[in-house]
């Protein structure tokens, strides 16, 4: 059965810095891209930043510069460090592995929030 549980997630303060995890079962974790996705209210989903098998890195708009992902092949868990955070960043976050369009799956998300 496959799983992806986001953990990590919460109110933060604008400044602050979060770190979300995405723990992986169920199937073959180190040859999937890993990555992570946000939707605010109102706003369609969008890509933070994904993770190929072999660690190479491509940050979407919504990650640049504030955000970084990493990935442990050996815990099969994916993280996103996100620091300076900023109201706008309030989304619940969702973690993705993906092979092809037609192999690909969601966790949960997981909410978060920044405010003072």
């Known amino acids: 059965q496959v799983q992806l549980v986001e953990s990590g997630g919460g109110l933060a303060q604008p400044g602050g810095s979060l770190r979300l995890s995405c723990a992986a079962s169920?199937?073959?974790?180190?040859?999937?891209?890993m990555g992570w996705y946000r939707q605010a209210p109102g706003k369609q989903r969008e890509l933070v930043a994904v993770?190929?098998?072999?660690?190479?890195?491509n940050y979407g708009d919504s990650g640049k510069g504030r955000f970084t992902i990493s990935r442990d092949n050996a815990k099969n868990t994916v993280y996103l460090q996100m620091n300076s955070l900023k109201p706008e960043d309030t989304a619940v976050y969702y973690c993705?592995?993906?092979?092809?369009?037609?192999?690909?799956?969601w966790g949960q998300g997981t909410q978060v929030t920044v405010s003072s």
């Open positions: 993770i190929s098998p072999g660690g190479r890195i």
């Open positions: 993705n592995a993906y092979i092809s369009s037609l192999v690909n799956y």
């Open positions: 169920g199937f073959m974790f180190n040859i999937y891209a």
